[in-house]
């Protein structure tokens, strides 16, 4: 069965603190890795990992993915309350024409003035 | 908005009550998905359309359940004879046709049944 673990489950850092989530994947026929933000509502999209060692990156934030190891992480750097959130994991397969999303947990990330 | 968008956000039920809920895709998405979230989990895979086929239904989703996209643009998912286990947040996200994968979210539909 595929899995996808995500760690720490909840993180508590102040302003300013620099985080790193972690996202394990044992999946069959694995095709991509994403990353999504969610606040009290939908997630929202932040990356797509397809390739290994190359970082995607969007202002504070950045994601790798390794292959080999089947891992990435999600760093957020100088962090603002506004990063208060759950952080998602998912990853995707091509089988038989299917995209579906399969998730990890989640990582709260709560961040204090 | 030109967003996902989903209706109701809210609906609370009595157990034995059916339900429906509507998504509306990004109209230029061919591929629609729905997932269900509990508290404390990430979103479970339930079923997926490319234009008005059904081409996959996770064994999540049981003979209560049955979803529709018959003119391959908005999709409905009917739930019978709810029971309190069904009491969650009902997400449709959406996909390019031909794309690599990435899924935009709607806000989704908070479900309480007592």
């Known amino acids: 069965e595929d899995k996808v673990v995500q760690s720490p489950l909840s993180l508590v850092v102040h302003e300013g603190d620099t985080v790193t989530l972690n996202c394990s994947y044992e999946?069959?026929?694995?095709?991509?890795l994403l990353w999504y933000k969610q606040e009290k509502k939908a997630p929202t999209f932040l990356f797509m990992l397809?390739?290994?060692?190359i970082e995607k990156k969007s202002g504070r934030l950045s994601s790798i993915l390794d292959k080999k190891e089947l891992f990435s992480i999600l760093n957020i750097t100088a962090t603002q309350t506004g990063d208060s959130a759950v952080y998602l994991c998912?990853?995707?397969?091509?089988?038989?024409?299917?995209?579906?999303?399969?998730f990890g947990k989640g990582t709260k990330l709560s961040v204090i003035p | 908005d030109t967003g996902v968008s989903q209706d109701p956000r809210h609906k609370i039920t009595k157990r034995g009550q059916n339900v429906t809920f509507r998504c509306d895709p990004i109209?230029?998405?061919?591929?629609l998905y729905w997932y269900r979230q509990t508290l404390g989990q990430g979103p479970e895979f339930l079923t997926y359309?490319?234009?008005?086929?059904?081409?996959?239904k996770s064994r999540l989703l049981s003979d209560r359940f049955s979803a529709e996209r018959p003119k391959g643009s908005f999709s409905t998912l009917e739930i019978q004879r709810t029971e309190q286990g069904d009491s969650a947040m009902y997400l449709c996200?959406?996909?390019?046709?031909?794309?690599?994968?990435?899924?935009?979210f709607g806000p989704g539909t908070r479900l309480t049944v007592l």
């Open positions: 999946v069959t026929n694995f095709r991509s």
């Open positions: 998912a990853t995707i397969y091509s089988g038989a024409g299917s995209y579906q999303l399969t």
């Open positions: 996200a959406s996909s390019f046709p031909g794309g690599r994968g990435e899924q935009f």
């Open positions: 397809t390739s290994s060692g």
């Open positions: 109209s230029e998405h061919n591929r």
């Open positions: 359309f490319q234009n008005e086929a059904q081409l996959e």
